[in-house]
């Protein structure tokens, strides 16, 4: 593996790490404007986000598993 194909792959999983938190960043800000578009309390728009992260910890070990089966090139 030379030396610019390190540097590649450090950059595509540097910002595939950005997006991530990005989506998590918006997905809390965007709560109390979900809440006054939807007319419903915090309690209730926080299952909101809580739905989404429950989403991405469902779905890293899946991919994990994908990856070790079909193999990750």
């Keep these: ?10 950059a595509v999983v ?3 790490l950005f997006m991530a938190i ?3 960043t918006i ?5 109390p404007q979900m ?8 309690e209730t ?5 809580s739905a989404y992260f429950l ?9 994990g598993y994908l ?3 079909i193999g990750s090139k």
Aim: proline fraction near 2%.
């Design 67 to 69: 990856s070790d089966r």
């Design 35 to 42: 809440q006054k578009a939807f007319h419903t309390d915090f």
């Design 55 to 63: 989403a991405q910890a469902a779905v890293i070990p899946i991919v």
């Design 22 to 24: 990005l989506d998590n």
């Design 14 to 16: 540097a910002l595939g």
């Design 1 to 10: 593996m030379t030396k610019a194909y390190r540097w590649r792959i450090a």
């Design 27 to 31: 997905v809390s800000v965007t709560l």
């Design 45 to 49: 728009i926080t299952w909101v986000a």
